[in-house]
């Protein structure tokens, strides 16, 4: 199943900006096959196991929950005796594909997060078609924090020396991808909502050994389980969404770290269908992360175009069709 999200006129490009533009994961080497074992499903009413490991991804990487311990010979994960995850930050590496009509248009980012804090800083390569004739092909530094993203060189006539910051309970999909890149913390708050799951075997992810699990998520599930720093974003988007369905495929490593997931949305639009995918993958746990954000007086707060990224026309109507 695909989301069928909020509207939004003008086909590939109005997607393209919706903010800094929407996109697929396909960072090259990540993903991996099955090792051939027989897919497990579970749901409320068994394999209450695998649910528990994808549903609790998001606090054993913010380290508030322990981790999950060696597996059994079907694949599932056993409770760790005492196994507490090293994570608390990563470095990250994103990427989004639009698919609209034939025409794709991926977006890539790079960066740390704080899992603790929930804060990180990533670098934006938006593809050099959605750059105007007059603009540098300059990456978009964002910074991410509870409720607020940040964005500097959006270019569309702000200063070069100016950031944007945008409410992310205020957008109706609470920042999933209206700004090229799924927020980390975000990404793995979805799965707490997380309903039916199957299991797909272990595979290779970077040398690490993983298990690989599908299934979908209830957006508004996870919006009420999620930490409280992350429940405003998700709550908006559990109201901006046509359906709360997201389908996703999660890899946990064998302390229950969350390394890779990739969910899938669709947007309705008056034109072609448009399919978004985007990926996050984690490495580097515990590497150092400084997130220090902007002061009042170098945030913008002009006018900024429609139409761009971060322009306000970028967002999608809601399920009420306004």
Same mark, same amino acid.
């Given at each position: 199943?695909?989301?069928?999200?909020?509207?939004?006129?003008?086909?590939?490009?109005?997607?393209?900006?919706?903010?800094?533009?929407?996109?697929?994961?396909?960072?090259? $080497?990540?993903?991996?096959? #099955?090792?051939?074992? &027989? +897919?497990?499903? =579970?749901? !409320?009413?068994? %394999?209450?196991?695998?649910?528990?490991?994808?549903?609790?991804?998001?606090?054993?990487?913010?380290?508030?929950?322990?981790?999950?311990?060696?597996?059994?010979?079907?694949?599932?994960?056993?409770?760790?005796?005492?196994?507490?995850?090293?994570?608390?930050?990563?470095?990250?590496?994103?990427?989004?594909?639009?698919?609209?009509?034939?025409?794709?248009?991926?977006?890539?980012?790079?960066?740390?997060?704080?899992?603790?804090?929930?804060?990180?800083?990533?670098?934006?390569?938006?593809?050099?078609?959605?750059?105007?004739?007059?603009?540098?092909?300059?990456?978009?530094?964002?910074?991410?924090?509870?409720?607020?993203?940040?964005?500097?060189?959006?270019?569309?006539?702000?200063?070069?020396?100016?950031?944007?910051?945008?409410?992310?309970?205020?957008?109706?999909? $609470?920042?999933?991808?209206? #700004?090229?890149?799924? &927020? +980390?913390?975000? =990404?793995? !708050?979805?799965? %707490?909502?997380?309903?039916?799951?199957?299991?797909?075997?272990?595979?290779?992810?970077?040398?690490?050994?993983?298990?690989?699990?599908?299934?979908?998520?209830?957006?508004?599930?996870?919006?009420?389980?999620?930490?409280?720093?992350?429940?405003?974003?998700?709550?908006?988007?559990?109201?901006?969404?046509?359906?709360?369905?997201?389908?996703?495929?999660?890899?946990?490593?064998?302390?229950?770290?969350?390394?890779?997931?990739?969910?899938?949305?669709?947007?309705?639009?008056?034109?072609?269908?448009?399919?978004?995918?985007?990926?996050?993958?984690?490495?580097?746990?515990?590497?150092?992360?400084?997130?220090?954000?902007?002061?009042?007086?170098?945030?913008?707060?002009?006018?900024?175009?429609?139409?761009?990224?971060?322009?306000?026309?970028?967002?999608?109507?809601?399920?009420?069709?306004?």
């Amino acid at each position: 199943m695909v989301v069928q999200q909020h509207r939004s006129g003008g086909g590939a490009r109005a997607v393209c900006a919706l903010a800094v533009v929407g996109v697929m994961a396909a960072t090259a $080497g990540c993903s991996g096959g #099955g090792d051939g074992a &027989d +897919p497990v499903m =579970a749901d !409320e009413r068994g %394999r209450a196991d695998f649910l528990d490991a994808v549903r609790r991804a998001a606090a054993v990487l913010a380290g508030t929950a322990s981790g999950t311990g060696m597996w059994t010979v079907t694949g599932a994960a056993t409770p760790g005796a005492g196994v507490r995850s090293v994570a608390g930050s990563a470095e990250v590496r994103t990427s989004m594909e639009t698919a609209a009509g034939g025409t794709r248009v991926t977006v890539t980012g790079r960066g740390t997060y704080d899992f603790r804090n929930q804060v990180g800083r990533l670098e934006v390569v938006l593809p050099e078609d959605a750059v105007g004739e007059d603009d540098e092909h300059r990456p978009i530094t964002e910074l991410l924090a509870p409720g607020a993203l940040y964005m500097m060189n959006r270019g569309a006539g702000v200063p070069a020396d100016k950031w944007v910051r945008i409410d992310t309970t205020t957008l109706e999909d $609470g920042n999933l991808v209206t #700004g090229g890149v799924t &927020d +980390p913390m975000a =990404a793995a !708050e979805l799965l %707490r909502g997380a309903r039916q799951v199957t299991y797909a075997g272990r595979t290779e992810l970077a040398g690490v050994t993983v298990r690989h699990y599908r299934g979908t998520s209830d957006i508004g599930r996870a919006a009420r389980e999620a930490s409280p720093k992350s429940r405003g974003a998700l709550a908006a988007a559990a109201k901006g969404f046509r359906t709360d369905t997201v389908p996703f495929d999660a890899y946990l490593d064998e302390q229950g770290r969350l390394r890779k997931v990739r969910h899938r949305f669709s947007f309705a639009n008056e034109g072609p269908a448009v399919e978004v995918v985007s990926t996050t993958l984690l490495y580097g746990f515990g590497v150092p992360v400084s997130v220090p954000l902007p002061d009042d007086r170098d945030i913008y707060t002009g006018k900024i175009q429609q139409g761009q990224p971060g322009g306000t026309r970028a967002r999608a109507r809601t399920k009420a069709g306004a």
